[in-house]
């Protein structure tokens, strides 16, 4: 009797450690599985986003090698229309060249050059208008501001607007004008332009050319949430307004 109690003991506590065995060694592996799962998951998404990246990259490219060619005929126009200018024109052109030829290139620029050639080519197109025409520009640029020389700013942004109000001005109006307004404060970039519409360009605003819609597309595919443009047309009063947190953008590509 007492043998068979032992034996029966004996037998009960096999199974519990051979239980406790089993149920540990399935653990472990689900375990295992569940981790590598993760990994998997993880590079799976490492992945996707790379691709995405390469996607923007490549549609950015795109983008690029459109807007390059449009910009050097406007600038060139405007350096030929007037060639009692041709000394400051092209000094202000070697400037604007040496831009998109060398610095459009990169992702990247800091503020403080893309501010540099946006006033350049402001000053190029300046010379087609009459001396007594209603020219404002305003420029409040904070330069000790942590993100004025950060590799942060798409390169030839302020382009599309700068050369859309010199384009679709009325130039013969008694009324017109063009204001523009660059800000640089707080890590938030602001460029406000202005422009007393010409009527031809209002009634063909629905074919208008390239450059507002590769603004938009590289402002989304950049800035994302980090940027507001606003648009509007009021009385003859065409207004763009664009706004980039630089200071949030920045922080996100340090800690990203």
């Known amino acids: 009797m007492d043998g068979n109690y032992y034996m029966i003991h004996d037998y009960l506590i096999f199974i519990g450690v051979f239980a406790i065995f089993f149920f540990l ?24 986003k790379l691709i995405e990246q390469k996607l923007n990259e490549v549609q950015l490219e795109h983008i690029g090698t459109k807007l390059n060619p449009h910009l050097f005929k406007n600038i060139l126009n405007s350096v030929q229309s007037h060639a009692y ?23 990247f620029v800091s503020p403080k050059e893309e501010l540099s050639f946006a006033l350049s080519l ?51 109006a008694s009324d017109s004008f063009i204001s523009i307004s660059l800000e640089l404060e707080g890590g938030v970039f602001l460029m ?20 507002s819609q590769s603004l938009d597309q590289r402002l989304d595919l950049i800035y994302n949430d980090f940027y507001t443009l606003q648009k509007n047309s009021k009385n003859g009063i065409f207004t763009a307004e664009l706004t980039i947190n630089l200071g949030e953008f920045y922080d996100k590509m340090r800690y990203s």
Do not use: W
């Open 85 to 107: 200018h041709t000394y400051m024109s092209l000094d202000k052109l070697a400037n604007v060249l040496d831009y998109i030829l060398y610095e459009s290139n990169n992702k």
């Open 122 to 172: 402001i000053e190029i197109n300046k010379i087609k208008i009459n001396p007594l025409f209603d020219f404002r520009i305003k420029s409040k640029i904070d330069k000790s501001d942590a993100v004025f020389e950060e590799k942060i700013f798409a390169p030839l942004l302020s382009v599309d607007l700068i050369e859309n109000a010199f384009k679709h001005t009325d130039f013969l």
């Open 25 to 48: 060694t399935i653990g472990i592996y689900l375990f295992s599985q569940n981790q590598r799962l993760k990994i998997k998951n993880t590079r799976l998404f490492e992945t996707n």
């Open 192 to 211: 406000k332009v202005s422009n007393k519409a010409s009527l031809k360009n209002v009634l063909h605003k629905d074919h208008s050319g390239f450059g």
